[in-house]
């Protein structure tokens, strides 16, 4: 739905919100109609760090009630050792494990790459 962009006048829609509704008399435009009804505000790198710690939290609080919940304790048999301990425990351990698995081989692929460019770099 197109609305007129002519001597916009604010109306209450009864909720305590306002919209603008065209002027029926084809009043002449200004400069205020132009401004966009909803200014966003610009993403910086403060707001995107405290998101991702916002994010984080809940994170850390999920995986609190996720171990809490798993108090069983089971035995976990390695090839050099075995330990007794809860499962949600063992389960957290191995998601880390897999999460410093993951880190190391796109630290290879980064060193990898980096490798290559300065190869490039002294040949070009």
Known sequence: MEQEHDAQVPESDGVGREQLKGDAEGAQSTEASKVPLVARA?????????????FGLVVLIAILIFILQNLASVVIHFPAASARMPVGVAILFG???????????????????RHSIRRSQKLG
Do not use: D
């Open 42 to 54: 610009q993403s910086t790198r403060t707001s995107r760090v405290w998101l991702g710690s916002v």
């Open 95 to 113: 998601v880390i494990l897999g999460g410093l698995f993951v880190f190391l081989l796109g630290l290879a692929r980064v060193v990898q790459l």
